[in-house]
């Protein structure tokens, strides 16, 4: 391995939907703790314990009590607003704690650390793990290594094992060596179900199998992204950092709790779709150029007739407002909608994004006054919405009415099935926590 001018830290929230519910919930540390899906569905989060005990991922929550009978199991609705808030909140400490940071998901982030020894980058992983648990009850684990892919392998022995407090520093050749020939390749960042099917056909079994293959054969077998991969396993960095930070696409999907029938029905579930899919590229500080909605009817219905389509709007100027983004997608989903079909699932992708600095506006759309009036008014709405919870302020187009099922209009949050879902303790002024 060559001495490295510099070291990644992988940053990763602990069981990370489980643990955010943690945070209010004390009395479930310990104990089996699952998160569902859309509605209720299946598991889609485990905590360690629930893991131990059995619980399979994507196991159907009516299942759960006849497979695992007199198990106590703490059981929440997908909160995805909490989920967000804490996990900000982590990643404020984590972005403070070093030089140079990329959030790389919800619940990861990639630091850049210079070139310290073992000691120093093992002291400050293990500082930043005890802080985040002091500030937000927040558990993280954290691999630190001279290349991403190492960073990775080392984040799963810091979560594995309890002796590395957390924290786990590949620095040496030796250290190198060990971990590779116990992670398996199936874990290994960047080895998909494709390239794992081939590989073990070859016999390959573990990280180090693989990282002792000729280069010249995996650029032969794998291309340049496998090839990529095999220099990374074997200290060479060669992933660029700013591929970390920003999604190519951004895809908001669902399925509905019943079945969609009329346009309008969809109409209010594409423009939340399309919503979320906006404040994700501001987020970001990105802007996109196509947008695209798709629709399903159920296809677990051999007695409906069946239909599935999609369309996609390509703007002149890339844009991130809430107004235009959603604009866009109800214009294609009027493309595609028919009358006559029971829709279950609808969803909205946003692609070809770029830097919002960055924008080469069209002169066919030049319209700078437009722009900058829809810019104020979006930054205005983030703010008000940040400040009194979500969905504070929203679009008319959004609005479930009671034709749709509700006794007068209601949000996003209404249309889903949430039975078990915790409050917003920290974004909503109505959940905030009452001492007695």
């Known amino acids: 391995m060559m001495k490295p001018n510099k070291y990644y830290a992988i940053c990763d929230c602990d069981s990370c939907y489980c643990s955010c519910e943690r945070v209010f919930r004390p009395d479930l540390n310990g104990k089996p703790v699952v998160v569902l899906s859309n509605n209720d569905g299946c598991v889609v989060a485990r905590s360690k314990e629930a893991k131990q005990l059995g619980i399979p991922m994507g196991i159907p929550y009516y299942q759960l009590a006849e497979r695992f009978p007199g198990k106590e199991i703490g059981v929440f609705s997908s909160n995805y607003e909490l989920y967000g808030d804490i996990t900000q909140r982590v990643m404020e400490i984590i972005r403070d ?79 190198r060596i060990k971990a590779l020939k116990l992670f398996p390749l199936k874990e290994v960042w960047g080895i998909g179900r494709r390239y794992l099917e081939r590989l073990e ?14 280069r ?49 029905g969809l109409r209010t579930q594409v423009s939340n779709y399309a919503v979320r899919c906006a404040e994700k590229l501001r987020r970001q500080h990105t802007v996109c150029a196509n947008i695209m909605v798709f629709i399903d009817t159920n ?59 960055k924008v080469q506006t069209n002169f066919l759309d030049f319209d ?21 919870g979500a969905e504070t302020v929203v679009l008319g187009s959004q609005q ?18 949430h039975d078990f879902r915790s409050h917003n303790f920290t974004t909503r002024w109505e959940d905030i926590i009452r001492v007695k």
């Open 97 to 175: 704690a070093c030089p140079e940071f990329y959030r790389y998901s919800i619940d990861e982030a990639f630091c850049v650390l210079d070139n310290l020894p073992y000691d120093a980058l093992k002291t400050w992983g293990e500082e930043l793990c005890l802080k985040t648990r002091q500030w937000v009850d927040m558990p993280i684990s954290i691999g630190i290594a001279p290349t991403k892919t190492l960073a990775k392998c080392a984040d799963r022995f810091a979560k594995d094992y309890p002796a590395f407090k957390h924290c786990c520093v590949i620095d040496t050749e030796e250290r």
């Open 201 to 214: 056909s070859y016999g390959i079994r573990t990280a180090y199998d693989f990282a002792m293959k000729p």
């Open 216 to 264: 010249a054969w995996v650029r032969k077998e794998l291309h340049v992204t496998g090839e990529r991969t095999w220099m990374e396993l074997n200290g060479i960095d060669c992933i660029p950092t700013e591929q970390l930070a920003t999604k190519k696409s951004i895809c908001t999907s669902r399925s509905f709790p019943g079945m969609i029938e009329d346009l309008l």
């Open 299 to 357: 296809r677990f219905r051999d007695d409906l007739p069946q239909y599935s389509n999609s369309a996609m709007e390509v703007l002149l100027t890339p844009v991130n407002s809430t107004q235009e983004v959603v604009d866009a997608a109800l214009r294609a989903l009027k493309r595609i909608f028919i009358q006559g079909y029971k829709y279950k699932r609808a969803g909205v992708i946003v692609s070809a994004i770029s830097d919002e600095g």
């Open 368 to 388: 700078p006054e437009k722009h900058e009036k829809l810019k104020r008014l979006t930054a205005s709405i983030d703010k008000i919405n940040k400040l009194n």
């Open 400 to 417: 479930y009415t009671a034709k749709h099922g509700k006794g007068k209009a209601g949000s996003f949050r209404d249309a889903i099935r």
